[in-house]
């Protein structure tokens, strides 16, 4: 159905034409899904918009051919280009937040695509929204359709990309990272979704991931892509099985699981290189831990290794030794009778305000009642869906939400109500890593001045030379090169970005980080890079770790302490392994059967939880849990569960007792 034929793609840059995609091939027929992988700046997303002939005003195709059912779509003329664009293709892209338009609603923008592709108007065509918004699992669509984005959270503006994408009933979907943003109950929702339609309408599929079990689940071929080149292509059973390129191989040693627990993850060294200095032979020599002379002259031509299955690679060896840099990593001893932080109760409330007087009417329930502890060089993952206050209770253990009730004492100093000065002072000690790095970097500053802001604040560095040299040593702790310190964040990649967010935090030496989601945008090289960054960070210094997360790879390879949220309260808590491999309620349960694996075996049932979180402004009677429960009670209706001892160190909130 798609046919891509040595595609070439540049971006022009001070009167120069730099290849990012440089001829690549590849064919996707009816029903199938072809993934495409590799690092942030492999050209994956340049590669999408180049198919749809939406790159931005520096982009240039260079050479090649796209046809979509033996149509050219480089020939033709903008005007028909628009009738395929959004009608027989479409795209979800990677950022919902910066594709959706914020001054029109929901349903106009839905509206657009129905009018224009399907020939929908009035009743017929808020009929069909509504059945759209319903199918990507959104919950009141008559009231969401008129909504602006601005009033959705993040991963429902991602269901309303979905939607808007799938209301033309496109032919060829091609996904950039259409989960990234998703907890794993709704990621698994969308995947379903996307595979039913897939199997329904013989829509073919070009599915831009970095998340391997996400692939393992979906994909019918794989690509690996590296620095602008195709560098393995193989069916799901080869590729899983038997990946034989030297970069796809330390993509899977990269992957945090419970096996690797107390191991360092392999990482891959170096970065993916610049558009204005590839390297002559193969791309990938450089970071190669199987690189020869030949490597460094000559590009490798492909290979064929097994049925369907193609390299590029001049090294033929099997899969590769686990390396010397994977070593164990010794458990610090920690004595749990002392908590670093310690809170208690913690409630922060918003007001709802109505009226000409804005009275308030309501509260919005952001957090309820929340008690936590974390010792000195320990890990606690605080996990849950979107909305059901975990980064809020980042935010307010910072004080930077004021908290409406409860206490938050660190190294036993009450912080709550604490003056300002003092507060100024206390926060030397803990730091918090946000969850969107581009919206949390000054986009006015270096990304040395970002990273130096801190350290001067607080007088950590007498002179100049100190700083730098300092801040030469926090970007190669993060793996960025010294001269990221002289650009601006726009520069940068997301999966960059965060490197920099991770760096300003650790540059006032903190010993407690709160780290909202800060893998989530990161390949699986540089996420390696990061936890084992973090890991010996805790290993050296103590440094205690708040972790909030909806990536259970993450959680089973780093955490010590889990503790898992439902509407503003804790509901379990526990060791790691005890809420990970004995989960007690049934939301927790559900979270770790929609957890996607990346190998072939090992795919669970995932358990469907009906309807989305509740609001925290009007949360339901009893369980806040029953509507959604698969083994409600009538008296999970009437009452909130107390706290029940399963173990000395695992607790659960729930009325059912799981066998």
Same mark, same amino acid.
């Given at each position: 159905?798609?046919?891509?034929?040595?595609?070439?793609?540049?971006?022009?840059?001070?009167?120069?034409?730099?290849?990012?995609?440089?001829?690549?091939?590849?064919?996707?027929?009816?029903?199938?899904?072809?993934?495409?992988?590799?690092?942030?700046? %492999?050209?994956?997303?340049?590669?999408?918009?180049?198919?749809?002939?939406?790159?931005?005003?520096?982009?240039?195709?260079?050479?090649?051919?796209?046809?979509?059912?033996?149509?050219?779509?480089?020939?033709?003329?903008?005007?028909?280009?628009?009738?395929?664009?959004?009608?027989?293709?479409?795209?979800?892209?990677?950022?919902?937040?910066?594709?959706?338009?914020?001054?029109?609603?929901?349903?106009?923008?839905?509206?657009?695509?129905?009018?224009?592709?399907?020939?929908?108007?009035?009743?017929? @065509?808020?009929?069909?929204?509504?059945?759209?918004?319903?199918?990507?699992?959104?919950?009141?669509?008559?009231?969401?359709?008129?909504?602006?984005?601005?009033?959705?959270?993040?991963?429902?503006?991602?269901?309303?990309?979905?939607?808007?994408?799938?209301?033309?009933?496109?032919?060829?979907?091609?996904?950039?990272?259409?989960?990234?943003?998703?907890?794993?109950?709704?990621?698994?929702?969308?995947?379903?979704?996307? @595979?039913?339609?897939?199997?329904?309408?013989?829509?073919?599929?070009?599915?831009?991931?970095?998340?391997?079990?996400?692939?393992?689940?979906?994909?019918?071929?794989?690509?690996?892509?590296?620095?602008?080149?195709?560098?393995?292509?193989?069916?799901?059973?080869?590729?899983?099985?038997?990946?034989?390129?030297?970069?796809?191989?330390?993509?899977?040693?990269?992957?945090?699981?419970?096996?690797?627990?107390?191991?360092?993850?392999?990482?891959?060294?170096?970065?993916?290189?610049?558009?204005?200095?590839?390297?002559?032979?193969?791309?990938?020599?450089?970071?190669? @831990?199987?690189?020869?002379?030949?490597?460094?002259?000559?590009?490798?031509?492909?290979?064929?290794?097994?049925?369907?299955?193609?390299?590029?690679?001049?090294?033929?060896?099997?899969?590769?030794?686990?390396?010397?840099?994977?070593?164990?990593?010794?458990?610090?001893?920690?004595?749990?009778?002392?908590?670093?932080?310690?809170?208690?109760?913690?409630?922060?409330?918003?007001?709802?305000?109505?009226?000409?007087?804005?009275?308030?009417?309501?509260?919005?329930?952001?957090?309820?009642?929340?008690?936590?502890?974390?010792?000195?060089?320990?890990?606690?993952?605080?996990?849950?869906?979107?909305? %059901?206050?975990?980064?809020?209770?980042?935010?307010?253990?910072?004080?930077?939400?004021?908290?409406?009730?409860?206490?938050?004492?660190?190294?036993?100093?009450?912080?709550?109500?604490?003056?300002?000065?003092?507060?100024?002072?206390?926060?030397?000690?803990?730091?918090?890593?946000?969850?969107?790095? &581009?919206?949390?970097?000054?986009?006015?500053?270096?990304?040395?001045?970002?990273? @130096?802001?801190?350290?001067?604040?607080?007088?950590?560095?007498?002179?100049?030379?100190?700083?730098?040299?300092?801040?030469?040593?926090?970007?190669?702790?993060?793996?960025?090169?010294?001269?990221?310190?002289?650009?601006?964040?726009?520069?940068?990649?997301?999966?960059?970005?965060?490197?920099?967010?991770?760096?300003? !935090?650790?540059?006032?030496?903190?010993?407690?980080?709160?780290?909202?989601?800060?893998?989530?945008?990161?390949?699986?090289?540089?996420?390696?890079?990061?936890?084992?960054?973090?890991?010996?960070?805790?290993?050296?210094?103590?440094?205690?770790?708040?972790?909030?997360?909806?990536? &259970?790879?993450?959680?089973?390879?780093?955490?010590?302490?889990?503790?898992?949220?439902?509407?503003?309260?804790?509901?379990?808590?526990?060791?790691?392994?005890?809420?990970?491999?004995?989960?007690?309620?049934?939301?927790?349960?559900?979270?770790?059967? !929609?957890?996607?694996?990346?190998?072939?075996?090992?795919?669970?049932?995932?358990?469907?939880?009906?309807?989305?979180?509740?609001?925290?402004?009007?949360?339901?009677?009893?369980?806040?849990?029953?509507?959604?429960?698969?083994?409600?009670? !009538?008296?999970?209706?009437?009452?909130?569960?107390?706290?029940?001892?399963?173990?000395?160190?695992?607790?659960?909130?729930?009325?059912?007792?799981?066998?």
């Amino acid at each position: 159905m798609l046919q891509v034929e040595n595609l070439r793609l540049g971006f022009m840059a001070n009167g120069q034409t730099f290849a990012a995609v440089d001829g690549i091939s590849f064919a996707i027929a009816k029903g199938e899904t072809f993934a495409l992988l590799g690092e942030s700046g %492999c050209g994956k997303s340049a590669t999408a918009q180049g198919i749809m002939r939406l790159l931005p005003a520096a982009g240039r195709i260079l050479d090649g051919s796209i046809r979509l059912d033996g149509e050219a779509l480089l020939t033709l003329p903008e005007a028909d280009m628009r009738a395929y664009r959004g009608g027989r293709m479409a795209m979800i892209f990677q950022e919902p937040a910066t594709s959706l338009n914020p001054v029109l609603t929901v349903g106009r923008q839905i509206g657009e695509v129905l009018e224009r592709h399907r020939q929908l108007v009035g009743q017929a @065509a808020t009929g069909r929204m509504l059945e759209l918004l319903r199918l990507v699992g959104i919950a009141d669509p008559e009231r969401r359709l008129g909504e602006y984005p601005f009033q959705l959270s993040g991963g429902m503006k991602q269901r309303v990309m979905i939607a808007i994408a799938l209301a033309g009933e496109p032919e060829l979907l091609i996904a950039d990272e259409p989960t990234t943003a998703l907890d794993v109950t709704v990621q698994a929702q969308i995947l379903d979704l996307l @595979a039913g339609l897939q199997a329904e309408r013989g829509m073919g599929m070009l599915l831009i991931t970095h998340d391997l079990g996400v692939v393992a689940r979906m994909a019918h071929r794989i690509g690996v892509m590296y620095a602008g080149e195709l560098v393995e292509v193989a069916s799901r059973q080869e590729f899983f099985i038997r990946p034989r390129h030297p970069y796809t191989q330390a993509l899977f040693a990269a992957l945090p699981e419970v096996s690797r627990r107390g191991l360092r993850l392999t990482t891959i060294p170096g970065q993916v290189p610049v558009l204005s200095a590839m390297p002559a032979g193969c791309r990938f020599a450089d970071r190669c @831990a199987h690189v020869m002379a030949q490597c460094r002259s000559e590009s490798p031509a492909w290979r064929a290794v097994g049925e369907g299955h193609v390299v590029r690679c001049h090294w033929t060896g099997e899969a590769a030794e686990a390396g010397p840099a994977r070593h164990a990593v010794s458990e610090l001893e920690i004595e749990p009778a002392r908590p670093f932080l310690e809170v208690d109760a913690l409630k922060v409330h918003f007001p709802i305000r109505r009226g000409l007087l804005q009275r308030t009417v309501g509260h919005v329930r952001a957090v309820d009642g929340v008690s936590l502890a974390i010792s000195a060089g320990r890990t606690l993952a605080l996990v849950g869906e979107s909305g %059901c206050g975990k980064t809020t209770v980042g935010k307010a253990l910072l004080q930077l939400i004021q908290p409406t009730a409860g206490s938050v004492k660190l190294a036993n100093r009450e912080l709550v109500g604490m003056k300002p000065k003092r507060l100024r002072a206390a926060r030397r000690h803990m730091q918090m890593v946000f969850q969107d790095p &581009f919206a949390s970097l000054n986009p006015r500053m270096r990304v040395g001045e970002i990273i @130096a802001e801190g350290m001067a604040a607080l007088a950590l560095t007498a002179d100049r030379a100190t700083q730098a040299e300092a801040l030469s040593a926090l970007l190669s702790q993060v793996g960025l090169p010294d001269e990221a310190a002289g650009r601006y964040p726009h520069e940068f990649s997301g999966g960059q970005r965060q490197r920099i967010a991770i760096a300003r !935090a650790l540059a006032v030496q903190p010993e407690l980080l709160i780290c909202d989601e800060p893998t989530s945008a990161l390949d699986v090289s540089v996420q390696a890079q990061i936890l084992n960054l973090l890991k010996k960070l805790q290993e050296e210094l103590g440094v205690a770790y708040l972790f909030i997360t909806h990536n &259970f790879a993450v959680v089973e390879y780093l955490a010590h302490d889990v503790a898992v949220m439902y509407l503003g309260r804790i509901v379990e808590r526990g060791r790691a392994e005890e809420v990970l491999r004995s989960p007690r309620h049934p939301y927790t349960q559900a979270l770790l059967s !929609a957890v996607p694996v990346p190998r072939l075996d090992g795919q669970s049932a995932v358990v469907r939880l009906p309807g989305e979180t509740p609001s925290p402004a009007n949360p339901p009677s009893g369980c806040h849990f029953h509507p959604r429960c698969p083994h409600v009670m !009538a008296v999970c209706r009437e009452s909130y569960p107390e706290s029940s001892d399963v173990s000395a160190t695992h607790t659960v909130n729930c009325h059912w007792r799981a066998v």
